[in-house]
């Protein structure tokens, strides 16, 4: 498991939120930064990304996930395959450590270092330390709440963030409508 971070991407009525928290930790015990920007908008701002894991990694997987988006106009499930592939196989690559989450209007996806690129069944997913605690939020609160899914992804990442020592309350969330 990635610690230091949470992020939790939401898809509900044409509307897609991906939130991340705002905490660096170094180790176990030190805090390093509160407002860290591990969400971000690539591909001209139509695909939302937010990333789990090493930070350095994380800018290196980035770059190369917003050049499969250029290289594939924009077609976010065939530049994930694309990046999945050449992150298990390339050397260099394979040993990032790192998971990051991709959206755009249409698709949700997570994407790891050993070739996964999942799809959830539910409109909701979540990465990092306390990426448990904001996916069980976020379900519930998809199921039973009308919140929008900005909205739903706020909620989860404050829930999200009053349990787990490694997640912050400085949040940031990107909607990509």
Same mark, same amino acid.
């Given at each position: 498991?990635?610690?230091?971070?949470?992020?939790?991407?939401?898809?509900?009525?044409?509307?897609?939120?991906?939130?991340?928290?705002?905490?660096?930790?170094?180790?176990?015990?030190?805090?390093?930064?509160?407002?860290?920007?591990?969400?971000?908008?690539?591909?001209?701002?139509?695909?939302?990304?937010?990333?789990?894991?090493?930070?350095?990694?994380?800018?290196?997987?980035?770059?190369?996930?917003?050049?499969?988006?250029?290289?594939?106009?924009?077609?976010?499930?065939?530049? &994930?395959?694309? @990046?999945?592939?050449?992150?298990?196989? /390339?050397?260099?690559?394979?040993? !990032? =450590? %790192?998971?990051? +989450? $991709? *959206?755009?209007?249409?698709?949700?996806?997570?994407?790891?270092?050993?070739?996964?690129?999942?799809?959830?069944?539910?409109?909701?997913?979540?990465?990092?330390?306390g990426g448990n605690y904001a996916l069980?939020? &976020?379900?519930? @609160?998809?199921?039973?709440?009308?919140? /929008?899914?900005?909205?739903?992804? !706020? =909620? %989860?990442?404050? +829930? $999200? *963030?009053?349990?787990?020592?490694?997640?912050?309350?400085q949040i940031v969330i990107e909607e990509?409508?």
């Open positions: 498991m990635f610690r230091g971070t949470t992020i939790i991407a939401v898809k509900k009525d044409g509307r897609t939120a991906v939130g991340g928290d705002g905490q660096v930790t170094l180790g176990q015990a030190v805090i390093m930064k509160n407002n860290a920007r591990k969400v971000r908008r690539l591909y001209h701002d139509q695909v939302a990304v937010g990333f789990a894991g090493s930070v350095a990694d994380a800018f290196t997987l980035f770059d190369k996930f917003e050049s499969k988006l250029e290289e594939h106009h924009g077609n976010l499930t065939r530049s &994930a395959v694309e @990046l999945a592939k050449e992150w298990r196989t /390339d050397r260099m690559l394979r040993h !990032l =450590e %790192a998971l990051l +989450i $991709a *959206a755009d209007r249409e698709s949700l996806l997570v994407i790891s270092g050993s070739g996964e690129v999942i799809e959830p069944d539910d409109g909701a997913a979540a990465i990092g330390s069980a939020a &976020a379900r519930a @609160l998809l199921r039973h709440t009308d919140m /929008d899914a900005g909205a739903i992804a !706020l =909620e %989860a990442m404050r +829930i $999200a *963030a009053s349990i787990c020592v490694f997640t912050n309350d990509i409508t």
